[in-house]
């Protein structure tokens, strides 16, 4: 089982609507969980950072995380053409250790 | 402030030549990590430095793959003898510990 999984996509949505991400993790004892947007042809940016059960929101993003059931999710509300881009999901293991990404979920955000 | 600067931007190069990737990590961040990416396998870590010392080079391919860190503002990644397998976007990112990344831009290099 791959470290940290995400469904490879493309998600499509239309404009306005709510684009929902997924991911799960292998390591039960993983600590902190990150959302990472890369447009194509540039570098990942963090979005969002998410270290305890339930919800974060900022602004139009929300994180939720599930440690019981190895999960994290990301939620853009009234996705925008500016939203379509790669999103990878990135774990903590225990540990001072680097991050593990997925392998990131292709959003197009349809005008 | 300036981010984490990654030279060159693009590197074309022939099987079996030497390949010299460059990186500036953000003054202050005390750790250095240097990603390769591909369409097939994602983003994987091949090496990290932490007060300029390699921490972890597990994920460092083979012994054609070598990383240094002379001292906190600069970090080199080489490659040789480079091979077309090698062809992907190799970025470096610098954190002031091990959670929160910041990427430079990449260095897309193609061996033909």
């Known amino acids: 089982q791959k470290e940290v999984e995400q469904n490879s996509g493309p998600l499509s949505v239309p404009e306005g609507a709510i684009a929902s991400l997924n991911c799960t993790y292998s390591?039960?004892?993983?600590?902190?969980f990150f959302w990472y947007r890369q447009y194509s042809g540039k570098s990942p940016e963090l979005i969002m950072s998410i270290y305890s059960n339930g919800d974060k929101e900022d602004g139009r993003f929300t994180a939720q995380l599930n440690k019981a059931s190895q999960y994290v999710s990301l939620l853009i509300r009234d996705s925008q053409p500016s939203d379509s881009a790669t999103y990878l999901c990135?774990?903590?293991?225990?540990?001072?250790?680097?991050?593990?990404f997925g392998k990131g979920t292709r959003l197009s955000v349809i005008a | 402030d300036a981010g984490v600067i990654q030279s060159p931007r693009h590197e074309v190069t022939e099987m079996g030549q030497e390949v010299t990737l460059r990186c500036k990590p953000i003054?202050?961040?005390?750790?250095l990590f240097w990603y390769r990416q591909t369409m097939m396998r994602g983003l994987e870590l091949l090496i990290y430095f932490n007060n300029n010392v390699p921490i972890d080079d597990s994920g460092m391919p083979e012994d054609r793959f070598s990383a240094k860190m002379p001292n906190a503002s600069f970090s080199t990644l080489k490659i040789q003898p480079s091979e077309p397998r090698d062809s992907a976007v190799y970025f470096c990112?610098?954190?002031?510990?091990?959670?929160?990344?910041?990427f430079g831009e990449g260095s897309r290099l193609t061996v033909l």
């Open positions: 990135a774990v903590n293991r225990p540990g001072n250790t680097p991050l593990v």
């Open positions: 990112a610098s954190s002031p510990g091990t959670r929160e990344l910041f």
């Open positions: 390591d039960r004892g993983s600590q902190s």
């Open positions: 003054s202050g961040h005390n750790s």
